[in-house]
């Protein structure tokens, strides 16, 4: 399970970064997507992957504490994933202003070599 959760977050990174790097601002916006979903995995990974574990603490399970699901990293990726959505949506309002002034989908502005 570990080795599909790692393979997922560095395919996720990689894919994100190599969009990022492009010339054009929606590749830009799918990249920045995608980095935020590899580092939302991590941050979720990190708090140890957990099947069938409260997250909060019962009265009826005893107080041992790896009996239990950490819910810090749950709740780190829950607040991400809302703010990444703000910012996915401010980015696109910015674009598509930009586009509307400058006539161009590039990054720079620039058409270079069609």
């Given amino acids: 399970m570990e080795l599909v959760i790692s393979m997922t977050i560095g395919v996720l990174a990689g894919s994100g970064l190599w969009l990022l790097l492009r010339p054009r601002t929606f590749q830009v916006i799918?990249?920045?997507s995608l980095l935020s979903y590899a580092v939302?995995?991590?941050i979720f990974g990190m708090g140890r992957l957990?099947?069938?574990?409260p997250p909060v603490l019962d009265p009826s399970?005893?107080?041992?504490?790896?009996?239990?699901a950490d819910?810090?990293?749950q709740a780190l990726v829950l607040t991400a994933i809302v703010i990444s959505f703000a910012m996915t949506a401010l980015f696109?309002?910015?674009?598509l202003a930009a586009?509307?002034?400058?006539g161009s989908d590039h990054v720079d502005s620039?058409?270079?070599?069609s």
Avoid: D, H, K, Q
């Avoid at 957990?50 to 574990?53: A, H, L, M, S, T």
């Avoid at 399970?61 to 239990?68: D, I, Q, R, S």
């Avoid at 586009?99 to 400058?102: H, K, M, T, V």
């Fill in 99 to 102: 586009r509307g002034l400058s």
């Fill in 40 to 42: 939302n995995l991590f």
């Fill in 71 to 73: 819910p810090l990293p």
């Fill in 61 to 68: 399970v005893p107080t041992n504490l790896a009996l239990y």
């Fill in 92 to 95: 696109l309002v910015v674009v």
């Fill in 30 to 32: 799918i990249g920045l």
């Fill in 110 to 113: 620039v058409e270079r070599g």
């Fill in 50 to 53: 957990r099947v069938g574990v």
